[in-house]
T-cell receptor, first 114, second 115 residues
Framework: GENVEQHPSTLSVQEGDSAVIKCTYS??????FPWYKQELGKRPQLIID?????GEKKDQRIAVTLNKTAKHFSLHITETQPEDSAVYFC?????????????FGTGTQLKVEL | DSGVTQTPKHLITATGQRVTLRCSPR?????VYWYQQSLDQGLQFLIQ???????AKGNILERFSAQQFPDLHSELNLSSLELGDSALYFC??????????????FGPGTRLTVL
């Protein structure tokens, strides 16, 4: 089955700096890659996603890049703010037999310091 | 607010007991997913239903079962509970359209504590 590795496990940046979180996946058939932000005790909240027919996608301060050949994708947050502090999860998915499960990475605790 | 609702928010019970977690998907979504989040295992997929039928299964224990009802709400039943079953249980829903993997929207979760 699919395996998703995520690095780093913790990331501390100064307010205004950029943050980059990287994930690799094992199943070359995976074609959908969402990123979720989770605050303590809250639900995972979708912040951006990318499909395998696209190499990059941006939404304001957030961008995701995908390298299908290397089977890795990254989340880029620019001009970080204290409210960006949370745990970020990458995930990979594909349609298989009518199923559509998400396989998650282990999460990155992002701390934005003033 | 994602539009996915889950009840109860918190559940405290004893080992050996049985509990039922409930989820209502977003309006228009036909597919429901259950995930378990624990400190040592992260976010793990348990099971998926689409319009009442089981569609995918993860590493769900035999003590756990789920179903999706005609009104599309879903219930996750956990029996013979063990201390290690303490976790956050999330439900997610999606439209499940065509041949593409769908965006999944998560509910607020049920925090289960087994004492």
């Amino acid at each position: 089955g699919e395996n998703v590795e995520q690095h780093p496990s913790t990331l501390s940046v100064q307010e205004g700096d950029s943050a980059v979180i990287k994930c690799t996946y094992s199943d070359s058939a995976s074609n959908y890659f969402p990123w979720y932000k989770q605050e303590l005790g809250k639900r995972p909240q979708l912040i951006i996603d990318i499909r395998s027919n696209v190499g990059e996608k941006k939404d304001q301060r957030i961008a995701v890049t995908l390298n299908k050949t290397a089977k890795h994708f990254s989340l880029h947050i620019t001009e970080t703010q204290p409210e960006d502090s949370a745990v970020y999860f990458c995930a990979a998915s594909r349609k298989a037999g009518g199923g559509n499960k998400l396989t998650f990475g282990t999460g990155t605790q992002l701390k934005v310091e003033l | 607010d994602s539009g996915v609702t889950q009840t109860p928010k918190h559940l405290i019970t004893a080992t050996g007991q049985r509990v039922t977690l409930r989820c209502s998907p977003r309006s228009g979504d036909l597919s429901v997913y259950w995930y378990q989040q624990s400190l040592d295992q992260g976010l793990q997929f348990l099971i998926q239903y689409y319009n009442g039928e089981e569609r995918a299964k993860g590493n769900i224990l035999e003590r756990f079962s789920a179903q999706q009802f005609p009104d599309l709400h879903s219930e996750l039943n956990l029996s013979s509970l063990e201390l290690g079953d303490s976790a956050l249980y999330f439900c997610a829903s999606s439209v499940l359209s065509g041949g593409r993997a769908d965006t999944q929207y998560f509910g607020p979760g049920t925090r289960l504590t087994v004492l």
